[in-house]
């Protein structure tokens, strides 16, 4: 049998996965593909955001997800607190730089005559070229 941690974390990560996802595609309008029980999550979810911010709702709203898995998984009575992550000292914090690589001699030499070169794309416009995409998919099949 699993140890009370293991399934403490397995369900913390598969509740903040899950309540992320649900609440991506509550946004993109597939809200009634949902299962009941993440649409009675988001609605509490909701309705919670009236009366506090978006941060304090989302962090209860996956904290009761996680209750609710961590008792589907075996786990027997309140589910444990997350640890706390130790703060970081600012003053004893070293930033790690990774040393360029070396290019061989023929990429040097291919690069230098011009053959081939090669032009990124943009992230910007790799974005809008999916939303693009995917408008043009919804409004073909509605």
């Not at 996956?62 to 997350?82: C, D, F, L, T």
């Not at 032009?119 to 509605?142: D, E, T, W």
Request: glycine share 6%; charged share 20%; aromatic share 8%.
């Amino acid at each position: 049998m699993a140890s009370k941690s293991s399934i403490a974390k397995k369900a913390r990560a598969k509740a903040e996965a899950d309540f992320t996802t649900w609440l991506m595609m509550a946004k993109l309008g597939s809200f009634d593909e949902l299962p009941p029980n993440a649409q009675s999550f988001l609605n509490c979810y909701r309705s919670r955001l009236e009366s506090m911010s978006e941060a304090e709702s989302t962090d209860l709203a996956v904290r009761e997800v996680y209750g609710a898995y961590y008792s589907e998984m075996g786990g027997v009575g309140a589910p444990p607190e997350p640890q706390a992550r130790k703060p970081t000292t600012e003053g004893n914090v070293v930033g790690l730089q990774k040393q360029p690589k070396r290019r061989s001699v023929l990429a040097a030499t291919r690069n230098s005559t011009g053959s081939t070169t090669r032009q990124s794309v943009p992230a910007l416009l790799i974005f809008a070229g999916m939303v693009a995409l995917i408008v043009a998919y919804r409004f073909l099949m509605h």
